[in-house]
């Protein structure tokens, strides 16, 4: 089976960074697009930034500049980096991947469990 499994969460005050973490282990031949979504409480869950295995990235319109995804696909880990927080960022942050599994054809989504990003104003 896969597991994706987020660090780097917690709580940071207005206008500070932190760095999220997002390691997937398991029976994993290839990890295809790497995602970061987010969740605030009463809101849907929202795509923060995309990376492909090929480098290709997409962010959400809110992170302006300031959130930054990567990846080092020898480790089956993303990243993402995240500068000038703000309150409106507090949120839990999930990672998604998908994974090309070791005797299937086709790849299949996962899911972290979440970090919880609380900015302080």
């Known amino acids: 089976q896969v597991q994706l499994v987020e660090s780097g969460g917690g709580l940071v005050q207005s206008g500070g960074s932190l760095t999220l973490s997002c390691v997937a282990s398991?029976?994993?031949?290839?990890?295809?697009?790497m995602r970061w979504y987010r969740q605030a409480p009463g809101k849907q869950r929202e795509l923060v930034a995309s990376?492909?295995?090929?480098?290709?990235?997409d962010y959400g319109d809110f992170t302006k500049g300031r959130f930054t995804i990567s990846r080092d696909n020898s480790k089956n880990t993303v990243f993402l980096q995240m500068n000038s927080l703000k309150p409106e960022d507090t949120a839990v942050y999930y990672c998604?991947?998908?994974?090309?599994?070791?005797?299937?054809?086709?790849?299949?989504?996962?899911w972290g469990q979440g970090t919880q990003i609380t900015v302080s104003s």
């Open positions: 990376i492909t295995n090929r480098g290709h990235i």
């Open positions: 398991g029976s994993i031949k290839r990890c295809e697009t």
């Open positions: 998604h991947a998908d994974i090309l599994q070791y005797g299937s054809s086709w790849s299949s989504a996962f």
